[in-house]
């Protein structure tokens, strides 16, 4: 994995004796072993793949509150090299701290700031993470106690994008965040305190494009068979996107597609019909209405594959009615259960 460390500092937020959150800060950076880089790599690589993230940019000088975050100037002072990395880091955390505590967030964990360089791009990674407790077997086997940093459960993770941020100031997307298992909107934290607002909305973005994938295969008319094989090629696409961490790309997208009978493609179609971006980050949830009907409502989840319908299942506008052939095995058999308990 093409990935240098450049920086990296971990602190530690605990609860005091008052009940607050208080941090333990480090002085020192911490070194980039062999060890640290591929513990790097991983949170790299688990942060890439997360599909929950949402994109944001910080606050114009018209649009900030009364009291402001001083995250972004001091994020620009670092970059100005006005700011060591770790004084960075110790003045954010402050900042954090005092998010958190006002917000009353109870957990305690680990602080992560680091900054990487991965295939040219240059990001800053910050987020508080889980720190659990397990148990190993020393070599006198005895068995001890360990703790260890849960990648896995993100709670507050934020990553800039340098690199976009420099070079182009008006984007809307140069912050992104997950949003975790906290309660709370993750803006009620984390916005406040990199004093950002969320820039463009992700998922209606996927929702739209694949909106318009179907509305187009409509008009063009196209043959079950060949709708059903250029679907798969977009959503293989998007899956190849996603994995890659790459965006989604509307022209891309329109090569999939047949031109319609007066010449116009799916690229014009979607220029006049939408306000889509021309490239926007991956949201696999909406490739769900790509190739299946989904619906949920008055105790029913119902989903299934495009191409059923007409086949297996049909569905009657006018009695509003959904008739199913060939029940699947494992429902069919909790319905006999039921069936034979009644008798």
């Not at 047949?258 to 971006?277: T, V």
Request: with cysteine; charged share 25%; hydrophobic share 35%.
């Amino acid at each position: 994995m093409s990935l240098i460390i450049e920086h990296l500092i971990i602190h530690s937020l605990r609860q005091g004796d008052n009940g607050a959150l208080k941090a333990d800060t480090r002085s020192q950076e911490i070194q980039p072993t062999a060890e640290v880089q591929e513990w790097v790599e991983q949170l790299h690589r688990i942060y890439q793949q997360k599909g929950n993230k949402s994109y944001a940019c910080f606050l114009a000088d018209t649009e900030q509150p009364e009291n402001p975050s001083p995250f972004p100037q001091l994020f620009q002072q670092y970059l100005d090299k006005n700011l060591a990395f770790v004084d960075f880091t110790h003045q954010s955390t402050s900042v954090l701290l005092a998010q958190l505590n006002h917000y009353q967030y109870p957990d305690e964990g680990v602080l992560i700031f680091c900054k990487y360089q991965f295939v040219g791009v240059d990001y800053i990674l910050l987020g508080l993470l889980d720190c659990e407790t397990s148990v190993t077997l020393t070599e006198q086997l005895e068995l001890s106690q360990i703790k260890y940093i849960d990648l896995s459960k993100m709670q507050l993770v934020a990553r800039i994008d340098i690199t976009e941020y420099q070079t182009n100031p008006d984007s809307r997307r140069y912050i992104s965040f997950i949003k975790g298992r906290i309660g709370r909107k993750v803006s009620d934290f984390f916005m406040d305190f990199l004093g950002a607002a969320e820039g463009i909305d992700v998922k209606l973005q996927n929702q739209l494009l694949i909106q318009a994938v179907n509305e187009y295969c409509q008009q063009v008319e196209m043959p079950s068979e060949e709708k059903a094989a250029t679907k798969k090629q977009i959503a293989d696409y998007y899956k190849e996107q996603s994995e890659e961490g790459a965006d989604i790309a509307v022209k891309s997208v329109a090569e999939y597609l047949p031109k319609q009978s007066d010449g116009g493609d799916f690229y014009a179609f979607i220029s006049d019909s939408y306000d889509l971006d021309e490239e926007f980050p991956v949201a696999t949830t909406a490739l769900r209405k790509l190739t299946k009907f989904v619906g949920s409502g008055g105790g029913l989840n119902i989903s299934f594959d495009e191409k059923l319908l007409g086949e297996r299942i049909a569905y009657d506008a006018e009695s509003d009615t959904l008739t199913i052939k060939g029940t699947p095995p494992n429902l069919k058999d909790q319905l006999l259960r039921m069936l034979k308990a009644q008798r």
